[in-house]
């Protein structure tokens, strides 16, 4: 029974003295953030830190008869921080630096386990970069630094240097970065109305059309030359390069019709009337399937393909000729367009047309006189006449109707005196081209359309060259005939899948013609090809 009283007394006077040590202790270390603030009153100093880097840090105050120099060292004494004096009473306040450890490795992609050169690998004090053999080597790392790891090309790699602490380079594969690229969409190219496709080609809209330099209206093939790609060596339409290739390689529709006579004044201006044009597709690279022909480029031009229900008229003229258009509704599910252009030489000739009539035939027999002859009259016009009609069958069932006329005429009266006689004779050179077409549109459902279209042409060259002095007639001609059919259907699986597909039948035929006086020539040749395309796109 005493032993148990005295175990009793032993283990309370235990923990009396437990109690007091500990009270003791407390008493004699303070806080570090106090021990400062008594110095910044004592001594009137300022002191700058980051707060977690004095959390916690408790220590016996230095002396009282201490000056502020002799505080300072005490304190970096008995710390692991480092104080530094900026000035006279200003002192900064970090954590001592230590040498830390070396972390190495290699960086290779994790898809073609090639070595990846130029990485960064860095923490928040030191940086290096891989090398050529994807090697790194980063030296004085502590072990609460995070280690980043960073590539334009790959996914940024973050990582604790403590848990990369093995004494052993490490191999890091990195995973690429792939970004997806919204779709752009370029909108108002050079002008308005003038946009570049998704698909490639270039699509003019011809309704709300800006301003191009150096045109007075929207002539088709003269805005083709404003845009890279198209340009023309002799700066006429009639001699348009397309990504290098020569006039006759490129493809030019009107409404589905293949065009042969593209320019009027023989290359100043073009054929198809501006006013009944309403949207051009242009096509210089990856041109689709279904255009069968023209391996430079592709010009495919479009009239309007709604019924018009108001009656609309233009007329218009210029210093080269005079144009009138109508758009006539025939029934609420009809309209008949009609477009007619001349030049203005039949009644008055002006400076504009006079230089046209220069540039055109400038260095040829037309200008020039010899000693014996003289050019007395010259008469060049020329003319176009367009047609389209649609009628809607049924809200699926549409019917187009096209026909289109051209007419180049140039005719040269010369004079020549030969002893006492004088004579007259005319060289006339005339283009004319006859153009007819039927298309027939179907809608079957939300995702089946058909389109067929048979066209025919006829173009023809007639050059007659009088040379008065030797009595030399040259009658030169050209010919060429030429009947298609197309049917072309286009399924729409979804928004970004669709197939189409189709057949084209064409026939031409081309014949050319020589018939000279003296000595007598009568030469006639003609072939006819006939051409088969199926394309699936």
């Keep these: 029974m005493i032993q148990k009283r005295l175990l009793f007394v032993f283990i309370l006077l235990s923990l009396f003295c437990l109690t007091t040590l500990n009270a003791q202790t407390k008493k004699g270390k303070q806080p570090l953030t106090e021990i400062l603030e008594k110095l910044h009153s004592r001594f009137e100093c300022n002191f700058s830190y980051i707060d977690h880097d004095i959390a916690d840090i408790y220590i016996e105050p230095p002396p009282e008869e201490s000056d502020l120099q002799a505080a300072i060292t005490y304190l970096q004494s008995n710390t692991p921080l480092s104080f530094t004096f900026i000035g006279k009473n200003f002192i900064t306040i970090s954590k001592n630096q230590t040498n830390g450890f070396t972390i190495c490795g290699y960086l290779i992609d994790i898809n073609t386990n090639d070595v990846i050169q130029g990485v960064v690998v860095q923490t928040k004090n030191e940086s290096t970069i891989s090398d050529e053999k994807g090697y790194f080597k980063l030296d004085r790392v502590n072990k609460d630094d995070i280690i980043s790891i960073?590539?334009?090309g790959y996914k940024i790699v973050t990582e604790y240097a403590e848990?990369?602490?093995?004494?052993?380079?490490?191999?890091?594969?990195?995973?690429?970065?792939?970004?997806?690229?919204?779709?752009?969409?370029?909108?108002?190219?050079?002008?308005?109305?003038?946009?570049?496709?998704?698909?490639?080609?270039?699509?003019?809209?011809?309704?709300?059309?800006?301003?191009v330099p150096g045109l007075?209206?929207?002539d088709v093939l003269q805005t083709l030359q404003a845009i890279p790609g198209f340009q023309s060596v002799s700066e006429t339409v009639s001699h348009l390069n397309i990504r290098g290739g020569t006039h006759d390689q490129n493809l030019i529709l009107w409404d589905g019709i293949k065009i042969y006579q593209s320019g009027h004044f023989f290359g100043l201006i073009s054929t198809m009337n501006p006013r009944m044009t309403r949207r051009v597709?242009?096509?210089?690279?990856?041109?689709?399937?279904?255009?069968?022909d023209g391996v430079s480029g592709t010009v495919d031009m479009k009239t309007d393909y709604e019924v018009n229900r108001q009656l609309k008229a233009e007329l218009g003229m210029n210093f080269i000729n005079m144009d009138a258009f109508v758009d006539v509704p025939i029934r609420k599910n009809s309209s008949?367009?009609?477009?007619?252009?001349?030049?203005?030489?039949?009644?008055?000739?002006?400076?504009?047309?006079?230089?046209?009539?220069d540039r055109v035939f400038q260095n040829t027999d037309v200008l020039a006189s010899s000693n014996n002859s003289n050019t007395?009259?010259?008469?060049?016009?020329f003319h176009d006449f367009s047609l389209r009609w649609i009628y809607d069958f049924t809200e699926k069932d549409k019917l187009r109707v096209n026909f289109l006329h051209l007419s180049n005429a140039i005719v040269i009266s010369e004079n020549a005196f030969g002893g006492s006689l004088y004579s007259t004779r005319e060289s006339s050179l005339k283009q004319r081209n006859w153009s007819g077409g039927l298309n027939y549109s179907r809608i079957w459902n939300s995702k089946l359309k058909t389109d067929a279209q048979f066209y025919a042409n006829k173009y023809q060259l007639e050059a007659k060259n009088f040379d008065i002095l030797n009595e030399q007639i040259l009658i030169q001609g050209n010919e060429i005939l030429e009947t298609g059919f197309y049917v072309n259907s286009k399924y729409t699986l979804n928004d970004q899948l669709s197939f189409e597909g189709g057949y084209q039948l064409t026939e031409s035929g081309i014949s050319n013609s020589n018939k000279l006086n003296a000595p007598p020539v009568d030469e006639y040749e003609k072939d006819v090809i006939d051409e088969h395309g199926l394309f699936v796109s």
């Design 150 to 152: 960073r590539h334009i």
């Design 163 to 211: 848990k990369l602490n093995t004494k052993q380079c490490e191999t890091f594969f990195l995973e690429p970065k792939v970004e997806d690229l919204n779709e752009i969409i370029l909108t108002n190219y050079l002008t308005n109305g003038i946009n570049k496709v998704i698909d490639g080609s270039i699509s003019i809209n011809y309704k709300n059309f800006g301003t």
């Design 216 to 218: 007075i209206e929207t």
């Design 281 to 292: 597709s242009l096509y210089k690279n990856g041109t689709p399937a279904n255009y069968t």
């Design 336 to 357: 008949l367009q009609l477009a007619s252009r001349t030049s203005i030489s039949d009644y008055f000739n002006t400076p504009t047309y006079l230089e046209y009539f």
């Design 376 to 381: 007395t009259n010259q008469k060049f016009d």
